[in-house]
């Protein structure tokens, strides 16, 4: 067993190098490489899933030096397992569905090195069983996502959406490092278990752990796009779509739920569950909000993920370990199939991603409209639908908690019943209705069957299926059952908003789009448009401070003391040169009677010192 976890760890890595000097002699070869690559992994774990019993537990060192050791151990268990199918699954289908997309690309062998690099640092994350292992396939993403997202950097918006990604994320990682050496500091052990056992335990001070815990959750906010670090994730989706499909949708921003996931015993004991549901209930509201006005096809899905996952968030900040966790595992697979229906339709439609060109495309695009259907379904919350089921735990689970009831209770709800609004717009204006644009509408044409439509046909039906099996998900991957509190008409109500919502979206968007546009030309429409549209100004004033505030305060203070100190300080030396010269010069004259004079006064001083140290 241990052989196949290591041929997991390494094979991506090894794949990835394959990948690039192959597809340097037919760029064919790269997709092939990853093909095979991105399928073997994908069996690999499905091997360890109907093997598994009991967690696999293997414990190595990076090195030792005498009683101080740094680890680097393996901790697979049933929500490592989870994570692991996620991964490799839809990077399977993902790497498929990029034969397609990406075949007319220049650069295909950096592509799929790049994707692959990436699986394998999301699977040593995940199988990580201490801190240090999980911060190193933390990094490994970090560091593929920034080559993936600016991957045609060639242009400007894509490198420039690259950088921001880095620095949004790397902010992050600061306190992820800095609560591992406070974590180490603390308890001499970076072991997750271990540390989940100790604050079960007592054995950790509650104050220093609920501040490890928020240093952490920062990083997971950062990572997992969450208010405020949410604005590299928009626009993240200037790189290929089956980026955001795997890194922006389905895996690398599932990596912040997952550590606080990791760590719930550590949260519960540190009662810092509340600041986790907080956060995750203003970005789940933000992100609902702003996705109700995008234009561009990625961002309604963009701010999309970002309420999604804040529901996630919710769910475990509310105490529903299951609840969190088994959305998490619903969104990822709708998620995943939205943006590659997105990316199925935006290369049939010449690459343009504006909706309000679109329209009429699912009598074209036949069965990719029905795929996205599905996962549009799913996001909703309908039922039989996956989606229903975590997301109707979570908002009952938020009702029912004393801390959540209130304000992020509210913010949960409206944002639930939002999504199946924005959704319904994208579909609407997307594959309903008459034809906006009817010269890009004559180069539709269906895409291929077995590259494009047949990925988008598995994930339909999984996240279909799945909402059958929601109970033994939610058990599996949490060791508890998705037991929600029961609150009288709930369910019908919140069934009955939703539906009322589709509805009026059909009829605003479809039937009355003419409506639509005069509604959004007037004043105060435009106005709440404008700060929808712009994420409520998150990143101007983000940067706003760290331009005028940190840099500008900085790079001030700076200045001042290089000219008042360090030139200050050079410039002084020519003066005080010839203060010193002036002074000497007095005793330094062209007379011999001066010069014997000024040695004897010297002589007389020198006996005169060494006489009174004799003395002393």
């Given at each position: 067993?241990?052989?196949?976890?290591?041929?997991?760890?390494?094979l991506?890595?090894?794949?990835?190098?394959?990948?690039?000097?192959?597809?340097?002699?037919?760029?064919?070869l790269?997709?092939?490489?990853?093909?095979?690559?991105?399928l073997?992994?994908?069996v690999?774990?499905l091997?360890?899933?109907v093997?598994?019993?009991?967690?696999?537990?293997i414990a190595?060192?990076?090195f030792?030096?005498g009683?101080f050791s740094?680890?680097?151990?393996?901790?697979?268990?049933?929500?490592?397992?989870?994570?692991?199918?996620i991964a490799?699954?839809?990077?399977?289908?993902?790497?498929?569905f990029?034969?397609?997309?990406?075949?007319?690309d220049p650069?295909?062998?950096r592509?799929?090195a790049?994707?692959?690099?990436?699986?394998?640092?999301?699977?040593?994350?995940?199988s990580?069983?201490?801190?240090i292992?999980?911060?190193?396939g933390?990094?490994?993403?970090?560091?593929?996502?920034?080559?993936?997202?600016?991957?045609?950097?060639?242009?400007?918006?894509?490198?420039?959406a690259?950088v921001?990604?880095?620095?949004?994320t790397?902010f992050?990682?600061?306190?992820l490092?800095a609560?591992?050496?406070?974590?180490?500091y603390?308890t001499?052990?970076l072991?997750?278990?271990?540390?989940?056992?100790m604050?079960?335990?007592?054995?950790?001070?509650?104050?220093?752990?609920?501040l490890?815990?928020?240093?952490?959750?920062?990083?997971a906010?950062?990572?997992?796009?969450?208010f405020?670090?949410?604005?590299?994730?928009?626009?993240?989706?200037?790189g290929?779509?089956?980026?955001?499909a795997?890194?922006h949708g389905?895996?690398?921003v599932?990596?912040g739920i997952?550590?606080?996931?990791?760590?719930f015993?550590?949260?519960?004991a540190a009662?810092a569950?509340?600041?986790?549901a907080?956060?995750?209930?203003?970005s789940a509201?933000i992100?609902?909000?702003?996705?109700?006005?995008?234009r561009?096809?990625?961002?309604?899905?963009?701010?999309s993920t970002?309420?999604?996952?804040?529901l996630?968030?919710?769910?475990?900040?509310?105490?529903s370990?299951?609840?969190?966790?088994?959305?998490?595992?619903?969104?990822?697979?709708?998620k995943a199939l939205?943006f590659l229906?997105?990316?199925?339709?935006?290369?049939?439609?010449?690459?343009?991603?504006?909706?309000?060109?679109?329209?009429?495309?699912?009598?074209?695009?036949?069965?990719?409209?029905i795929?996205m259907?599905f996962g549009?379904?799913?996001?909703?919350?309908?039922p039989?639908f996956s989606?229903?089921?975590?997301?109707?735990?979570?908002?009952?689970?938020?009702?029912a908690?004393p801390?959540?009831?209130?304000l992020i209770?509210?913010?949960?709800?409206?944002?639930?019943?939002?999504?199946?609004?924005?959704?319904?717009r994208?579909?609407f204006l997307?594959?309903a209705?008459?034809?906006?644009?009817?010269?890009l509408?004559?180069?539709v044409k269906?895409?291929?069957f077995?590259?494009?439509t047949?990925?988008?046909?598995?994930?339909?039906?999984l996240t279909?299926?799945?909402?059958f099996?929601q109970e033994?998900?939610?058990?599996f991957?949490?060791?508890?059952p998705?037991d929600?509190?029961?609150?009288?008409?709930l369910?019908?109500?919140?069934l009955?908003v939703?539906?009322?919502l589709?509805?009026?979206v059909?009829?605003?968007y479809?039937?009355?789009l003419?409506?639509t546009?005069?509604?959004?030309?007037q004043?105060l429409m435009?106005?709440?448009h404008?700060?929808?549209?712009n994420?409520?100004?998150i990143e101007?004033f983000?940067h706003?401070f760290?331009?005028?505030?940190?840099v500008g305060?900085?790079a001030?203070?700076?200045?001042?003391f290089?000219?008042?100190?360090?030139d200050?300080a050079?410039?002084?030396?020519?003066?005080?040169?010839?203060?010193?010269?002036?002074?000497?010069?007095?005793?330094?004259?062209?007379?011999?009677s001066?010069?014997?004079g000024a040695m004897?006064?010297?002589?007389v001083?020198?006996?005169?010192?060494?006489f009174?140290g004799g003395?002393?």
């Amino acid at each position: 067993m241990n052989s196949f976890v290591f041929l997991l760890l390494i094979l991506p890595m090894v794949g990835a190098l394959l990948a690039f000097i192959l597809g340097k002699l037919n760029s064919r070869l790269a997709f092939w490489t990853a093909e095979f690559v991105s399928l073997t992994l994908f069996v690999l774990t499905l091997k360890l899933f109907v093997e598994y019993t009991q967690p696999l537990d293997i414990a190595m060192h990076w090195f030792s030096l005498g009683d101080f050791s740094i680890p680097f151990g393996i901790y697979i268990d049933q929500l490592s397992l989870v994570m692991l199918l996620i991964a490799t699954g839809l990077g399977f289908l993902d790497v498929h569905f990029a034969h397609d997309y990406m075949a007319e690309d220049p650069h295909q062998p950096r592509y799929y090195a790049k994707v692959l690099f990436f699986i394998g640092g999301m699977i040593l994350l995940v199988s990580a069983k201490d801190m240090i292992s999980l911060f190193t396939g933390w990094e490994f993403m970090g560091v593929a996502s920034y080559l993936l997202i600016s991957f045609w950097h060639e242009k400007k918006d894509p490198a420039d959406a690259g950088v921001s990604a880095f620095l949004f994320t790397r902010f992050g990682d600061i306190f992820l490092f800095a609560a591992i050496g406070i974590l180490f500091y603390l308890t001499n052990t970076l072991d997750l278990m271990q540390l989940n056992a100790m604050a079960r335990a007592g054995e950790i001070d509650q104050h220093k752990m609920y501040l490890v815990a928020v240093f952490i959750f920062i990083a997971a906010i950062g990572k997992s796009g969450q208010f405020p670090l949410f604005p590299w994730l928009m626009r993240a989706m200037e790189g290929p779509t089956t980026v955001s499909a795997l890194i922006h949708g389905a895996t690398m921003v599932n990596s912040g739920i997952y550590i606080v996931a990791r760590l719930f015993d550590f949260y519960v004991a540190a009662e810092a569950l509340l600041v986790v549901a907080a956060f995750g209930a203003v970005s789940a509201f933000i992100g609902a909000t702003s996705a109700l006005v995008q234009r561009e096809l990625k961002k309604v899905l963009a701010y999309s993920t970002m309420s999604h996952l804040s529901l996630a968030f919710i769910g475990l900040g509310a105490g529903s370990l299951a609840a969190g966790m088994t959305h998490l595992v619903n969104h990822a697979i709708f998620k995943a199939l939205l943006f590659l229906g997105a990316g199925a339709v935006i290369m049939m439609a010449s690459h343009v991603k504006d909706m309000w060109r679109f329209g009429g495309y699912g009598k074209k695009m036949i069965f990719v409209s029905i795929a996205m259907a599905f996962g549009a379904l799913s996001l909703s919350g309908i039922p039989p639908f996956s989606g229903f089921f975590s997301k109707d735990a979570i908002i009952a689970t938020s009702l029912a908690n004393p801390q959540t009831e209130g304000l992020i209770a509210t913010l949960t709800f409206i944002a639930g019943v939002l999504s199946a609004a924005y959704i319904s717009r994208l579909w609407f204006l997307t594959f309903a209705g008459e034809t906006r644009d009817v010269a890009l509408y004559e180069k539709v044409k269906a895409p291929s069957f077995f590259w494009i439509t047949l990925p988008l046909l598995i994930m339909a039906a999984l996240t279909l299926f799945m909402g059958f099996f929601q109970e033994d998900i939610a058990q599996f991957v949490s060791g508890s059952p998705l037991d929600e509190p029961h609150i009288p008409g709930l369910f019908f109500g919140l069934l009955s908003v939703i539906a009322l919502l589709g509805l009026i979206v059909y009829y605003y968007y479809v039937k009355r789009l003419d409506i639509t546009q005069k509604i959004a030309a007037q004043p105060l429409m435009k106005a709440i448009h404008t700060l929808l549209f712009n994420g409520y100004f998150i990143e101007f004033f983000i940067h706003y401070f760290v331009r005028e505030i940190v840099v500008g305060s900085f790079a001030r203070a700076i200045f001042w003391f290089d000219v008042n100190i360090v030139d200050a300080a050079v410039n002084g030396t020519r003066s005080l040169s010839l203060k010193v010269f002036k002074h000497l010069q007095k005793i330094h004259t062209a007379y011999a009677s001066d010069n014997s004079g000024a040695m004897l006064y010297g002589i007389v001083i020198l006996l005169l010192a060494l006489f009174i140290g004799g003395l002393l």
